[in-house]
C-alpha cells in the first residue's frame, strides 16, 4: 500500500482517540493512581525517545559523538546545572568530539 493511504488512515484514528480523552469523566482523571501513571509514561517516552534520537540514524545503529554528548547531559543534570548549561555541556561535547575525529 502506498504511505499516504496509511497516513490518511492515521488522520482520522487519531483524531478519534484524541476526541475519546475528551469524553473521560473528571473525576477518573482526578485520580491519584492515574495522574501517578501519566506523569510516568510522559517521563518514559521522553526517555525512549532522547535514545532513538542519540543511537540511531535511519534505521541502523550508529555509535558517534551524540553519546558522549548525551553522558556529559546526563552528569550535568545529576549535579542539578540548569538546563542552558546542559545544552551548553553537550552541545561543546559533541563539538569537541568530532573535532577529534568521531563521526
Known sequence: MDMWVWILAACPAAFALKFAGYLVPARFLQDERILRVAGMMT???????TIVNTVATGQTLTADSRIGALIVAGIALYFKASFLVV?????VTAALLRLAGLP
Do not use: E, K
Open 43 to 49: 517521563i518514559g517516552l521522553l526517555a525512549s525517545l
Open 87 to 91: 545544552v551548553i555541556l553537550g552541545a
